[in-house]
């Protein structure tokens, strides 16, 4: 298991649960794991500096552990677009600056290395790059988190188009279930819900690592733990 980027159709598809999911499954099996959060808004002032939920989320399923500082070398309190939180803190970074910071940690080679992104495939850094620009420099392979949500087959495709596009593996997608009840809800309509997946693993043209029920109202350890259950590792038969 090589290290993978991590992405979504868009914000809150589910790419900190799936990626915390998929790294809970691999320490159950006895691996190493990291996860990387290069750069998060969205973090809340502590003691010890901003702390993301997202990073500590990772954080909580890396082993061996690792400093916070690692984990999220750019944090930024506003809950709004990287790009612009890191412009209001006067603090905006290169995509140099996360080649850097994420070089010795991917050199620890562990057997599991997950580099979450922000939002979706195109989400800005700066002025004159993207997050996806990342990927791209480290050549991670990458697993698209889709919202399973209407609409989230444009959305779908046209993500798996750029990265592409950009030269990338797309290694796997997972499906995270956003509108219960809807026609991506098994429980509601089981023959649209068939439907709806089968065109889904027809259009990505790539392995399908799981699909995650609605999972709310726990802590992101036991979330964490629950869509592991959901998942397989990528590469895995």
Same mark, same amino acid.
């Given at each position: 298991m090589p290290a993978y980027f991590v992405t979504g159709t868009d $914000?809150?598809? #589910?790419?900190?649960? !799936? *990626? =915390? +999911?998929?790294? &809970?499954?691999?320490?159950?099996?006895?691996? $190493?794991?990291? #996860?990387?959060?290069? !750069? *998060? =808004? +969205?973090?809340? &002032?502590?003691t010890r500096?901003?702390?993301?939920?997202?990073?500590?989320?990772?954080?909580?399923? =890396?082993?061996?552990?690792?400093?916070?500082?690692?984990?999220?070398?750019?944090?930024?309190?506003p809950a709004i677009a990287p790009h612009l939180a890191a412009w209001r803190a006067g603090d905006v970074p290169t995509l140099d600056d996360l080649v850097a910071a994420t070089a010795d940690p991917l050199a620890w080679q562990r057997d599991l290395t997950l580099v979450e992104g922000a939002g979706g495939w195109r989400v800005p850094l700066n002025d004159h790059e993207d997050l996806a620009g990342l990927a791209r420099r480290l050549e991670l392979p990458v697993i698209l988190v889709v919202g399973l949500k209407l609409g989230c087959l444009n959305h779908a495709i046209l993500s798996a188009e750029a990265i592409r596009a950009d030269g990338l593996q797309l290694a796997g997608w997972v499906g995270n279930l956003i509108e219960p009840g809807l026609s991506f809800d098994e429980a509601g309509d089981a023959a649209l819900y068939r439907d709806n997946l089968e065109t889904l693993t027809r259009r990505l043209s790539a392995p399908n690592l799981g699909i995650l029920p609605h999972l709310a109202g726990e802590?992101?350890?036991?979330?964490?733990?629950?869509?592991?259950?959901?998942?397989?590792?990528?590469g895995s038969d």
């Open positions: $914000t809150d598809a #589910g790419k900190t649960l !799936v *990626a =915390s +999911g998929l790294l &809970a499954l691999a320490r159950r099996r006895g691996h $190493t794991t990291l #996860g990387l959060k290069p !750069v *998060a =808004s +969205g973090c809340d &002032a502590t500096g901003l702390r993301n939920i997202d990073a500590l989320t990772l954080g909580e399923q =890396s082993t061996p552990e690792v400093p916070y500082e690692v984990l999220n070398p750019y944090a930024y309190a802590s992101p350890a036991a979330r964490a733990e629950a869509a592991a259950d959901h998942l397989r590792l990528p």
